[in-house]
């Protein structure tokens, strides 16, 4: 009998430097988000080479994100599957001013595929917002603020805004017929004093 996943995977050096290639961060969101496969299966949905890509499910491996599936595959054909829902940081400043310039090099690269990622994702939405019902292209939303706040006042409204996000996640339970998955971006960072 498979383990119920753990929630949520607390990083540290070694996991983050273990994770943080572009690759293995798009292996991992991918067998979150649509369950089990194959090797050859992430390969064609990522379009990338099956050695390539089997490599890098082999480290996802070695640090603990995936693990074979036993309920699935042959000899032949390795199942993975993810090991957690998602992960978190329990202080970035640990990794952003780590003395050691491997940790910091991989926290840098980290960030910046979550970053591309994020843009991804949205300039996927805007190419086919036309595709979907009325009612989800009145749903959705893309704004920016600026605002001055204090470091308290920023980190304060970053819990409030994590706090209401996580408020909604059961409430679409009520409504399933019409419930799909929602990507929330959330970007707050002070803009340079000119």
């Known amino acids: 009998m498979t383990e119920p ?3 949520v995977r607390s990083l ?5 430097r273990g994770l943080a290639h572009p690759l293995r961060m798009r292996l991992l969101a991918a067998l979150r988000e649509h369950g089990p496969a194959t090797a050859t299966k992430l390969a064609g949905r990522l379009g990338e080479s099956s050695a390539s890509v089997s490599y890098h499910l ?3 491996g070695a640090h603990g994100f995936i693990a074979e599936d036993p309920d699935r595959g ?19 400043e640990e990794f952003l001013e780590s003395p050691d310039l491997e940790v910091r090099g991989a926290m840098g690269a980290f960030l910046s595929e979550v970053a591309a990622v994020h843009a991804r994702e949205l300039g996927g939405w805007l ?4 595709e979907w019902p009325e009612e989800w292209r009145r749903s959705w939303d893309m704004s920016d603020f600026n605002i001055r706040l204090t470091p308290e006042l920023a980190r304060e409204l970053v819990q409030r805004a994590h706090d209401l996000v996580q408020s909604y996640r059961d409430l679409a339970a009520d409504d399933e017929a019409q419930a799909v998955p929602v990507r929330i971006h959330l970007h707050a960072f002070p803009l340079p004093q000119s």
């Open 58 to 60: 082999r480290q996802l």
């Open 127 to 130: 190419a086919e917002t036309g």
């Open 74 to 92: 042959t000899t032949r054909e390795r199942w993975w599957r993810a090991e957690h829902r998602g992960h978190r940081f329990d202080t970035l």
């Open 5 to 7: 996943q753990p929630a």
């Open 12 to 16: 540290d050096a070694r996991s983050l």
